[in-house]
């Protein structure tokens, strides 16, 4: 099936830096979604990415879709201890797909 | 309240018994989805259903079952055949089409002693 691949697997930031995820998928993607999931919640739907090359900002959060719509990144601008989570990906018309989610621990 | 509801949310049962898992949504969404999650894992696509009486097998179907005979439940059966049936399962549901968001369940934690 389709493969979609995020790095880093776990990242620990002290509150107030910069934190980046990015997404790689093995197929092109019609639409990209980025999802978070708190420690012991369920995933929450934060944005989708339609066009090649779209990005996309809320408040802190910067999405960015690629030109050949195979990969994305989420960056966060100066961590808060709010923003931890797992930050997944996903796509897919039928077969809805999530990547393999990137853990972010902020210390404060 | 719309929502997608998943229940119970604690299950334990014994080892070569037959579980169903429950998923209910009253979004009117056509498109339901199963995942299973792993400690530090990501989530893994198990069945998924377009339309009423029809679902389609994802990458880790063996061990389970599914039905779709309602458009608001998408039931899941873990089988004695699941051969590592602990883990947090997860419910979706969205319109189809794939160009619009998931609304999850809050999950049911299943542990099979």
């Known amino acids: 099936g389709q493969q979609v691949m995020q790095i880093p697997q776990y990242q620990h930031v002290q509150e107030g830096e910069d934190f980046t995820t990015y997404c790689n998928s093995s197929?092109?993607?019609?639409?990209i979604q980025w999802y978070k999931q708190r420690p012991g919640g369920h995933p929450v739907f934060l944005i989708q990415?339609?066009?090649?090359?779209e990005v996309k900002k809320q408040k802190r959060l910067t999405f960015q879709f690629g030109e050949a719509k195979k990969n994305s990144s989420l960056h966060i601008t100066a961590t808060q201890t709010t923003d931890v989570g797992t930050y997944f990906c996903?796509?897919?018309?039928?077969?809805?797909?999530f990547g393999t989610g990137t853990s972010l621990t902020v210390i404060p | 309240d719309g929502g997608i509801t998943q229940s119970p949310k604690y299950l334990f049962r014994k080892e070569g018994q037959n579980v169903t898992l429950s998923c209910e949504q009253n979004?009117?969404?056509?498109?339901m989805y199963w995942y299973r999650q792993d400690p530090g894992q990501g989530l893994r696509l198990i069945y998924y259903?377009?339309?009423?009486?029809?679902?389609q097998k994802g990458d880790i179907a063996e061990g389970y079952s599914v039905s779709r005979e309602k458009k608001e439940s998408f039931p899941l059966t873990v089988t004695s055949a699941q051969k590592n049936p602990t883990a947090f399962y997860l419910c979706?549901?969205?319109?189809?089409?794939?160009?619009?968001?998931?609304?999850f369940g809050q999950g049911t934690r299943l542990t099979v002693v």
């Open positions: 259903s377009q339309i009423v009486n029809d679902f």
């Open positions: 979706a549901s969205r319109e189809r089409g794939g160009n619009t968001e998931a609304f």
């Open positions: 996903a796509g897919g018309k039928n077969q809805f797909y």
């Open positions: 990415l339609v066009k090649s090359g």
């Open positions: 979004l009117n969404h056509d498109a």
């Open positions: 197929t092109t993607l019609s639409n």
